[in-house]
C-alpha cells in the first residue's frame, strides 16, 4: 500500500467518524412470556476520538442488523450486564459467550470504566497479550470498576435508560450468570442524539 493511498483510507475514515459524531445506538430488549412480557430500550453514545475504530465497528454491525436476536447473556447484580454474542441467537447455552464476527479489533485503551461505560469484550491476557478486543461483544458497566482501568477499551456510554440495565441485571439467572430468561435484542439502530426521548426514526444505512 502505498503512502498516498493509505492517507486517502485515513482522510476517508477521519471524515466519516466527524460525519457521524452525533449519533447514538439505541437497543430494544424483550423478555418474559405473553402475559408479562416486559420492553426495555437504552441507548449509547460513542467516544468517536478516543476510540474510533471500535466505535465505527459497533455502528457497522448494528447497521447490518447483526445484534438483533442476539441475547444480553450475562448479568451481574448492580454491577454488569454483557452481549454481542452470535452464539446467543441459539437455543444452546454452552458456548455462549465464546463467539463473535469472526475478527477482534485492535486495542483502544484510554477511558476509565465509570457507571454507565461500555466496553469491549476480550480474551484474557494469558492468551491475548495485546488486549485485542472482541469484534462484537461488549459490556456495560453499572458501577465504576476501576479494576479493569486499563485493560479493556471503552468506546461508549449509555445516555438513556441505564435504569432498565439495572433492572435487566437483577433478573434471575444460571450458574454462568445467563438469565434464565432470555433477554432478547429485538432491534438495534442508530438515530442522531437529537431525536432521544422522540419517536424512534432509523438513520439511513451506510453501504
Known amino acids: 500500500m502505498t503512502r498516498a ?50 466505535a465505527y465497528n459497533f455502528k457497522r454491525l448494528i447497521a447490518s442488523d447483526f445484534y438483533v436476536k442476539t441475547k444480553i447473556h450475562r448479568v451481574i447484580p448492580n454491577y454488569l450486564v454483557q452481549g454481542g454474542d452470535p452464539l446467543s441467537k441459539g437455543k444452546n447455552r454452552s458456548r455462549v459467550g465464546t463467539g463473535g464476527p469472526g475478527y477482534t479489533l485492535p486495542p483502544e485503551i484510554n477511558r ?30 453499572l458501577q465504576p470498576i476501576p479494576a479493569q482501568d486499563g485493560k479493556d477499551t471503552v468506546f461508549g456510554q449509555v445516555v438513556a435508560g441505564l435504569e432498565a440495565l439495572d433492572e435487566i441485571s437483577r433478573l434471575p439467572a444460571d450458574s454462568n450468570a ?30
Open 5 to 54: 493511498f493509505a492517507f486517502v483510507i485515513l482522510l476517508s475514515f477521519s471524515s466519516l467518524v466527524a460525519a457521524t459524531a452525533d449519533e447514538v445506538a439505541v437497543f430494544d430488549v424483550q423478555w418474559g412470556q405473553k402475559r408479562d412480557r416486559q420492553t426495555r430500550s437504552f441507548a449509547i453514545a460513542f467516544f468517536e476520538k478516543e476510540a474510533s475504530y471500535t
Open 112 to 141: 476509565p470504566h465509570l457507571r454507565g461505560s461500555v466496553a469491549m469484550g476480550r480474551l484474557g491476557d494469558a492468551v491475548n497479550p495485546r488486549r485485542l478486543s472482541n469484534g462484537s461483544q461488549f459490556y456495560v458497566c
Open 178 to 207: 445467563n438469565p434464565i430468561d432470555p433477554v432478547v435484542v429485538t432491534r438495534a439502530y442508530l438515530i442522531d442524539r437529537s431525536q432521544l426521548g422522540g419517536p424512534p426514526v432509523r438513520l439511513p444505512r451506510r453501504r
